[in-house]
Nanobody, 116 residues
Framework: QVQLVESGGGLVQPGGSLRLSCAAS????????MGWFRQAPGKERELVAS???????AYADSVKGRFTISRDNAKNTVYLQMNSLKPEDTAVYYC??????????WGQGTQVTVSS
């Protein structure tokens, strides 16, 4: 089972930036699709961004043009650069790894709060 450890969350003012990181254990990272999800209080978990092993990216409409997902296979790490943050971006952000239907993992989550 791959272990995922997120970092980089915190409190930021509207219009500010944060970069989330997610470090993965094991040897399948480079062959896996990675994603960032978020869950706000009282809402369902939603996909924010994803990146495949071939570096194809996808974004939720709500974050297009503001967030950027990237990966460093040498470091087994995926990043989410978040710019122009809005209060509605406040949520717990989760890293997700998908290798196969029987080999996928979630991180423990990191809180992002956008508030003045």
């Amino acid at each position: 089972q791959v272990q995922l450890v997120e970092s980089g969350g915190g409190l930021v003012q509207p219009g500010g930036s944060l970069r989330l990181s997610c470090a993965a254990s094991g040897s399948i990272f480079s062959r896996s699709t990675m994603g960032w999800f978020r869950q706000a209080p009282g809402k369902e978990r939603e996909l924010v961004a994803s990146i495949t092993s071939s570096l194809t990216t996808a974004y939720a409409d709500s974050v297009k043009g503001r967030f950027t997902i990237s990966r460093d296979n040498a470091k087994n790490t995926v990043y989410l650069q978040m710019n122009s943050l809005k209060p509605e971006d406040t949520a717990v952000y989760y890293c997700y790894l998908y290798y196969s239907s029987t080999n996928r993992s979630w991180g423990q989550g990191t809180q992002v709060t956008v508030s003045s």
